[in-house]
């Protein structure tokens, strides 16, 4: 017990420490304002504006055959004009008069992705549009936190400044999110499903009013599930790995490892995948990858490629390239991801990914208080080479990134000023997108709210301006 209330103050002193520094950090200086961002609309300078004081007689416009998400984006433009304007601006499905109408989920002749927002300003209309299921719903979010200055800071507070006198330039203004996936691993976000989609987390929610989830799923380990040891391991033991001169029983993990090398493991891991694939139509990719566990097969076949390849990721990545091709020939649009993690982190010499296997790479070795690209941090150059090199054969990566101290939540960790340069650095790897893995089992993490709020806005926007906005 007496430890417990130690390890407790040590977090409240450096807790309290950071958020001192903090405000002596904050006070604003000139020409910066509270709550400053980084804005993606309206960063142009015109005499043409939409004066919103002008807009109390106007209605909101959501088409009767707009889809859910769609119809929940006319309701949330409406309270949240509400709040911040005070006029409150009737829904209704058909426009009467060309003038003084807010368009929610317009049809335009632009062909927008699935998440791209469109935004088109005029004195006397306004359209938010975007590509579906989400495009919409995030332009609106987007709009009021660029128009407005509305910050959608936890689940049970929005920061929104009350005033009509805003006035918004007139022209077309368009955003599409650089990273295709964006999960900020925090519980809030699985717990109020309506606040991660403020945020644009696009992982947690199958909600239709909400967008739903990005096609693209996390990989993930998965050998537990491909070729259960409980199914296959008595009769086929040569089906596991070799690991210090016996085949391996081990399922802490999900383990045992595979015999990756082994013809028959190949077969029936691909025939498996397909089956669960033509139970899932809808998917778009599936994992096919190591379990959580170092004990990796040592048999002569694979540690014959490992040697030849420099790395265990030589037989893994060959294994993996195998299943692929005959997954393809039954799903041909699918892609099929693995882990780049531990002792597979580094790419091997001469096998490449094949043109429809993914990379997710794993950052778990890294330092936490420098920057990844920091060239005088020794562990974070080694990631940085492995990214490097895996850029050199796969345009198909994706991150798995790190942001708590998985034994004591509610410790300290050292993070919170590499979080805007890591994910910058990620983008400009050409990562598809990120796994921000966090303390996503509850709510009381250190400054897990200030947290998540960073890394879900620095995945939806790499150039926020993480530094002002910590400090205010």
Not at 150 to 162: A, C, G, N, Q, S
Not at 332 to 355: E, F, N, Q, S
Not at 411 to 433: E, Q
Not at 444 to 464: A, K, Q, T, V
Request: glycine share 6%; proline share 5%; hydrophobic share 35%.
């Amino acid at each position: 017990m007496q430890r417990v209330i130690s390890v407790l103050a040590i977090s409240m002193i450096f807790s309290v420490a950071f958020l001192i520094g903090c405000a002596v950090k904050s006070t604003p200086q000139i020409g910066e304002k509270f709550m400053s961002t980084s804005k993606i609309l309206f960063n142009i300078e015109t005499d043409k504006q939409l004066d919103v004081s002008k807009m109390k007689d106007w209605d909101i416009i959501v088409d009767p055959d707009a889809i859910p998400s769609e119809k929940y984006a006319g309701e949330e433009f409406q309270r949240l004009f509400k709040e911040a304007t005070g006029m409150m601006l009737p829904i209704n499905s058909k426009a009467q008069g060309e003038s003084n109408h807010v368009y929610i989920g317009k049809a335009t002749s632009e062909k927008l992705g699935e998440e791209e927002l469109m935004v088109i300003v005029n004195k006397d209309s306004l359209i938010i549009t975007g590509g579906r299921p989400r495009g919409t719903l995030y332009g609106v979010y987007q709009f009021f936190e660029d128009a407005f200055g509305v910050r959608f800071l936890t689940f049970d507070h929005t920061y929104i400044p009350k005033s009509t006198d805003v006035k918004i330039p007139v022209g077309e203004f368009r955003y599409n999110p650089p990273f295709l996936f964006r999960w900020s691993y925090y519980a809030e976000n699985s717990k109020e499903p309506e606040f991660a989609a403020r945020l644009r987390v696009n992982t947690v929610t199958h909600a239709e009013k909400l967008g739903g989830v990005t096609p693209q799923n996390l990989i993930n380990h998965s050998f537990h599930w491909l070729l259960p040891f409980d199914k296959y391991g008595a009769e086929h033991p040569e089906y596991y790995a070799l690991f210090e001169g016996k085949r391996d029983t081990e399922t802490g993990g999900g383990g045992p490892q595979l015999c990756v090398t082994n013809k028959d493991v190949i077969r029936i891991v691909a025939e498996n995948a397909i089956s669960y694939l033509d139970q899932h139509p809808n998917m778009r990719n599936i994992s096919v990858s190591q379990a959580n566990t170092a004990r990796y097969c040592h048999c002569d076949e694979c540690e014959a490629i490992n040697k030849r390849e420099g790395t265990p990721m030589g037989s893994q990545l060959a294994f993996v390239n195998a299943v692929a091709k005959l997954i393809e020939q039954k799903h041909p649009d699918v892609k099929v991801g693995t882990l780049a993690y531990w002792y597979t982190r580094k790419a091997p010499k001469t096998i490449k990914p094949r043109h429809n296997v993914q990379i997710q790479l794993c950052s778990i070795e890294c330092c936490t208080l420098h920057p990844i690209d920091d060239p005088t941090c020794e562990k974070n150059r080694a990631f940085c080479q492995d990214m490097e090199e895996w850029s050199k054969i796969c345009n198909d990566i994706w991150i798995w990134n790190y942001n708590t101290n998985f034994r004591y939540y509610d410790l300290p960790f050292p993070n919170l000023r590499v979080i805007g340069p890591n994910v910058r650095y990620f983008l400009r790897n050409n990562a598809k997108g990120v796994f921000m893995q966090a303390n996503g089992n509850g709510t009381s993490g250190e400054l897990s709210d200030l947290r998540n709020y960073l890394i879900s806005r620095m995945l939806w926007n790499p150039n926020f301006d993480d530094n002002t906005n910590l400090n205010n």
